[in-house]
């Protein structure tokens, strides 16, 4: 009975996100087009020999009404009736739903190649250059030249460790955020905003050289409204738009969601020509004067616009650049942010695990200055606590939705073409029949099970896997445990005294680009190092 009643739950609050006219004019467009609609459907079904098991599907929406606002939840749980490969239909698009290893194996391995293109949506084409980005580029020369620039000049070792500086001075500049909102004697603190500010910048000064409160006076913006401005980015990115789902009910758009991608793609658009123009004046000023070698992302892509005048195959335009700058930050700037502010909730309803972490910090570095990159390595009690978290709190819980671009059999069900796909590691992070206490946060399970947070485990995939696999782990990784270790190490956290139920912290999620806390994280922080060490 259970999915039926979270069905109706889910149905009631969908529902209520469109206004009554709306549905009223739906169901009777409903009435008329389903027998156009069944047609359009069959010949995937025709093609299939058999379509993974799911439940009834409604005239026009199909299942859309089953997602609620808690998709992976609620896939999650319908996974328990139908099994570990669902077959859906969301609007006019077919999609399957894995929420085991296996089935996570047979796509993101066995069916790589054919199964890891990604979906053409309203977001991609308004807000990601027409697809021009790493994250939505299909496969092929473009998208694996994208990939390369970013592995050479972002996450290769030497780069890594040449901007070494710039990670553990934002995430000093962490700590001193915090500290200068508690003060001394301890006080609530909100670590959301200080912790995305640290990620922005990281990136931003990897990427093009600065912080984002110096790209302010190209683009004539406040830094406040920058911030704004990748916030509205990461949302709409995020959002759920009809027209991808329903095409010809594009219109019914009752969010605006369209047009607010269009006047965020403006803003966007004009941010990054600003610092796109501000580099070629500063680089045709110092030609002659120096000879020197590109030495960041925007250098290299500048090079490339040079050198690829002519090639179709990896054109090097200035909407090219603008959509590799700018994934750099949907990728870069919140998933770290996220993935830390879950991990220290954790750690705060979990104070033997929070003393145990305390303990590791204190014996590993001391008292004595603060936490550096260099001390990571010889953290194990942190790693654990890390993927611990990772595992009960995927930012990322479908990874990126992939389409197929052929037919192949996964599970032994047949996929059509153009099917969309999505992995629910959310699912498979809780699974008991994988994990012990599967709902319990236990950092000590890593202990016994030897997984590396870099994905070769169907069971763990937090970073994906395969030829999408994220490219920036090595960046994630370490801005995640820098600076979870760092407002460990440099402060005690508890509950505050307006948070109810017996110092829990409320875990709820919201849904979205990632999956955040839907209440933001805030805590007494008080210090525990020397003041002079932030
Ligand atoms: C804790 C931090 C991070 C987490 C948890 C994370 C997670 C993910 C996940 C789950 C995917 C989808 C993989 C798939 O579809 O199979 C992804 C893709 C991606 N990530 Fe990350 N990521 C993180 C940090 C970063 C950073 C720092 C960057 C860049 C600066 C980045 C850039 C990207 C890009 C460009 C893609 C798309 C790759 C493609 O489609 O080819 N990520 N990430």
């Known amino acids: 009975m259970e999915p039926l009643s979270v069905a109706n739950d889910v149905q009631v609050r969908t ?9 009223l004019l739906l169901i009777a467009i409903s009435a008329i087009s389903v027998v156009l609609l069944q047609n359009a459907l069959s010949s995937c079904r025709a093609a299939s020999v058999k379509w993974p098991p799911g439940p009834p599907a409604w005239p026009i929406i199909g299942h859309l009404h089953l997602l609620g606002h808690l998709p992976h939840q609620s896939l999650c749980k319908l996974a328990q009736t139908y099994g570990p490969l669902l077959g859906l239909r969301l609007g006019g698009v077919p999609v399957i739903v894995a929420s085991s ?33 790493v994250a939505y580029a299909p496969l092929g020369p473009y998208w694996k030249f994208l990939r390369q620039v970013y592995a050479t000049e972002l996450f290769s070792p030497k780069k890594m460790d040449a901007f070494r500086y710039v990670r553990e001075g934002e995430v000093r500049g962490l700590a001193r955020a915090v500290l200068l909102r508690c003060g001394e004697h301890g006080a609530p603190v909100e670590v959301r905003g200080s912790l995305v500010m640290a990620s922005n910048n990281i990136i931003c000064r990897m990427a093009m050289g600065k912080k984002l409160e110096d790209v302010r006076a190209g683009a004539g913006e406040e830094v406040e409204s920058l911030h704004n401005l990748i916030k509205d980015l990461l949302h709409l990115v995020g ?42 004046q500063h680089n045709n000023k110092r030609v002659g004067a120096e000879v020197k070698g590109p030495d960041d992302l925007l250098d290299v892509l500048l090079a490339a616009s040079c050198t690829n005048v002519n090639n179709k195959e990896v054109p090097m335009t200035e909407k090219h650049i603008m959509a590799a700058i700018q994934d750099v930050f949907i990728g870069g700037s919140h998933s770290s942010a996220v993935t830390v502010e879950w991990a220290l909730a954790e750690l705060i309803n979990h ?13 590993v570095i001391g008292k004595g200055r603060l936490v550096e990159e260099s001390d990571i390595p010889n953290l194990t009690y942190l790693e654990y606590v890390v993927k611990e978290s990772m595992r009960l709190h995927p930012i990322a819980p ?36 994988t994990w012990e206490e599967p709902l319990e946060f236990l950092p000590e399970r890593f202990l016994k099970k030897n997984i590396d947070l870099r994905g070769q485990h169907f069971d763990f995939l937090p970073f994906g896997m395969g030829r999408r696999r994220c490219p920036g782990w090595a960046l994630g990784i370490s801005n995640v445990c820098l600076m979870l270790a760092t407002l460990v190490q440099a402060f005690t956290w508890h509950c505050t005294i307006s948070e109810t139920s017996q110092g829990i912290l409320d875990m709820s999620e919201k849904f979205g680009l990632t999956v955040d806390m839907e209440k933001r994280l805030e805590a007494i922080a008080t210090p525990r190092l020397p003041l002079h060490l932030y």
Not at 102 to 127: C, F, G, N
Not at 249 to 273: C, E, S, V
Not at 404 to 432: L, M, P
């Open 15 to 23: 529902l209520s996100l469109l206004h009554y006219s709306e549905w």
């Open 101 to 133: 290893p296996q089935m996570a194996k047979e796509i993101l391995q066995t069916h790589d190649a054919a199964l890891a293109y990604r979906p053409r949506s309203a977001a991609a084409v308004h807000l990601c250059f027409e697809s021009s980005d």
């Open 239 to 280: 959002v759920f738009y009809l027209g991808d789902y329903v095409p010809w009910l594009a219109w019914l758009d009752p969010h605006g969601y369209l047009k607010r991608m269009r006047i965020t793609a403006q803003r966007i658009h004009a941010l990054l020509q600003g610092v796109i123009d501000e580099r070629r």
């Open 351 to 363: 104070p033997k695990v929070m003393k145990k972490l305390h303990e590791e910090l204190d014996n």
């Open 398 to 433: 479908f990874l990126v939705p992939r389409e197929a671009k052929q037919e192949c059999i996964i599970g032994g069900f047949k996929i059509c073409r153009g099917t969309h796909i999505y992995v629910n590691t959310w699912a498979i992070g809780r699974d008991s029949s």
